[in-house]
């Protein structure tokens, strides 16, 4: 078992920037693919950003492409979104997700494990 658990969202102004980290407990998490998902209210959860084991593989959402950035950290069981030039439209409820097996990484089903999340809200 993996137990996620975010930081780092908070209300900040369009244009800031936020690092949101997630800490991942148990031995195995570099054998994990890591994602991170949001939820704005009355919309379905959406991929934002995934990043493969060794963490020289990430992909991203086309939307926060460029502004966003994923990174890991296996020694310290951590994972990371950095997200720059934040738009009112990137308020959500934000997601760290981790996986074994993951063919589809935009899948939220395709994840095994799942944080409560951490609210992000853009002002504009």
């Known amino acids: 078992q993996v137990q996620l658990v975010e930081s780092g969202g908070g209300l900040v102004q369009a244009g800031d920037s936020l690092r949101l980290s997630c800490a991942a407990s148990?031995?195995?998490?570099?054998?994990?693919?890591m994602g991170w998902f949001r939820q704005a209210p009355g919309k379905e959860r959406e991929f934002v950003a995934a990043?493969?084991?060794?963490?020289?593989?990430?992909y991203y959402a086309d939307s926060v492409k460029g502004r966003f950035t994923i990174f890991r950290d296996n020694a310290k069981n951590t994972v990371s979104l950095q997200m720059n030039s934040l738009k009112p439209e990137d308020t959500a409820d934000y997601y760290c997700?981790?996986?074994?097996?993951?063919?589809?990484?935009?899948?939220?089903?395709?994840?095994?494990?799942w944080g409560q999340g951490t609210q992000v809200t853009v002002s504009s």
């Open positions: 990043i493969r084991r060794s963490g020289t593989s990430t």
């Open positions: 148990g031995r195995t998490f570099s054998s994990y693919t």
């Open positions: 997700a981790g996986g074994g097996s993951i063919w589809n990484i935009a899948e939220p089903s395709q994840y095994d494990y």
